[in-house]
């Protein structure tokens, strides 16, 4: 991921990670909600588009595609990960929760399509199945 698009995009991840932790603390569902939809929103409106393109490094064919699908799937996961700590009763997840949900490198670009309640007890679990 940092090899192909660079840090400055990993950064930019992670600020999207680190904005909507933020607004979890708050545990107000709709907020959480429209501040994932205003941070997607980012991907579509200028001046946004091209100051956040330009943390991609390099020019590739498929640069595109992963800036704006790594980018759109980080923010739908962070969406369900601050819409599930919002809904946590006692305490709240820990950032590290999130960055592990995020960067699970097989899907890092185009999935998991896993809400975190699903990841969390899938990557939990003691006993290693398939």
């Known amino acids: 991921m940092w090899t192909s698009m660079g840090w400055t995009y990993v950064t930019l991840i992670l600020s999207h990670c680190i904005l909507l932790y933020s607004i979890s ?37 498929l640069r595109h595609v992963l800036f704006y699908g790594g980018c ?17 009763k006692d305490g709240n997840y820990s950032i590290l929760e999130l960055l592990k949900y995020n960067f699970y490198l097989p899907f890092f670009y185009f999935g998991p399509i896993m809400t975190f309640d699903n990841f969390y007890i899938q ?6 199945t398939r």
Do not use: H, Y
């Not at 429209?34 to 946004?48: D, M, N």
């Not at 990557?123 to 290693?128: F, Q, Y």
């Open 72 to 88: 759109g799937f980080t923010i739908m996961r962070c969406m369900s990960f601050a819409l599930e700590n919002c809904e946590k």
């Open 123 to 128: 990557a939990n679990k003691p006993d290693l």
């Open 25 to 61: 603390l708050v545990k107000i569902r709709w907020l959480c909600f429209v501040a994932g939809l205003c941070t997607l929103a980012t991907l579509k409106c200028e001046p946004f588009v091209s100051w956040q393109a330009g943390f991609v490094e390099g020019d590739f064919e």
